[in-house]
């Protein structure tokens, strides 16, 4: 039979660090990156950001309907008729449109 093995101190000691120390370490570098995060998301915070300008949006339809003209005596009675219809905002007031003109000849 064999015998039990003894732990030689030499053979032991391997020149590198026990798992302790390596969590220890990763632990001291996690905390140290997070609080150099930290303080530069708090001095990016404190620095003031240029005031906004306001963007004024206006907007202006315009829709025009022209309608072809027979000659006399082509298609439904010779009636024409032409239909205009434009709206628009001004400057952020609420306008009512008015409604569209139509005119028959």
């Given at each position: 039979m064999s015998e039990p093995s003894v732990i030689d101190p030499a053979r032991r000691a391997r020149g590198g660090p026990d798992r302790i120390t390596v969590?220890?370490?990763?632990?001291?570098?996690?905390?140290?990156?997070?609080?150099?995060?930290?303080?530069?998301?708090?001095?990016?915070?404190?620095?003031?950001?240029?005031?906004?300008?306001?963007?004024l949006l206006r907007r202006i339809y315009a829709t025009t309907v022209v309608e072809r003209v027979l000659p006399a005596g082509v298609g439904h009675a010779g009636g024409t008729s032409i239909s205009q219809?434009?709206?628009?905002?001004?400057?952020?007031?609420?306008?009512?449109?008015?409604?569209?003109?139509?005119?028959?000849?």
């Amino acid at each position: 039979m064999s015998e039990p093995s003894v732990i030689d101190p030499a053979r032991r000691a391997r020149g590198g660090p026990d798992r302790i120390t390596v969590a220890l370490f990763s632990l001291t570098a996690f905390l140290l990156v997070l609080a150099l995060l930290g303080t530069q998301l708090s001095r990016a915070s404190s620095l003031k950001a240029p005031a906004r300008t306001p963007v004024l949006l206006r907007r202006i339809y315009a829709t025009t309907v022209v309608e072809r003209v027979l000659p006399a005596g082509v298609g439904h009675a010779g009636g024409t008729s032409i239909s205009q219809s434009v709206s628009g905002s001004s400057s952020g007031s609420l306008a009512v449109a008015a409604a569209p003109v139509t005119r028959t000849s």
